[in-house]
């Protein structure tokens, strides 16, 4: 779960830079907070991101326990160049990890949470066909 200043910034970031599809949201107004779930399919195919939004809080300090979310992609120099031409931040470009031959890059969300990209190998028939094509999707 992650916290988020703006829901629908977060969403926008997660769908329209990252390709995510939004699978459900719901609203707890007794408790001032609503949920959005992303993900490239949604449980138990694929891992979901739960974003929560506490009605009037503005951002969160990132504290020292969390690190990245690490998603696993077809192709990290083009999934880069996808991020970018959609608007998103990429802050470190695609390259080997350092001492290692696995590519990896990071962006960063709107809120500020950094995404690790590393890129690994996929059949093409294990591939949904509508991804097979998108630089983002194993």
């Keep these: ?42 449980n138990p195919a694929q891992a979901e991101i739960e974003l929560t939004y506490n009605w009037g809080t503005e951002s969160y300090e990132m504290g020292t326990a969390y690190g990245h979310i690490a998603l696993g992609v077809p192709d990290a120099y083009a999934a880069c160049e996808k991020i970018k031409a959609a608007g998103g931040n990429v802050t470190r470009e695609a390259g080997p990890v350092k001492g290692g ?3 990896i890059a990071f962006v960063t969300d709107p809120d500020g949470y950094k995404i690790e990209l590393i890129q690994r190998e996929s059949t093409a028939d294990s591939r949904p066909s509508d991804a097979k094509s998108d630089p983002l999707r194993a």
């Design 1 to 42: 779960m992650l916290r988020v200043g703006n829901l629908q910034r977060s969403i926008d970031f997660y769908t329209q830079v990252l390709g995510m599809q939004l699978l459900r949201t719901s609203e707890n107004p007794e408790y001032k907070y609503s949920l959005a779930f992303v993900g490239y399919e949604g």
């Design 101 to 103: 031959s696995t590519v």
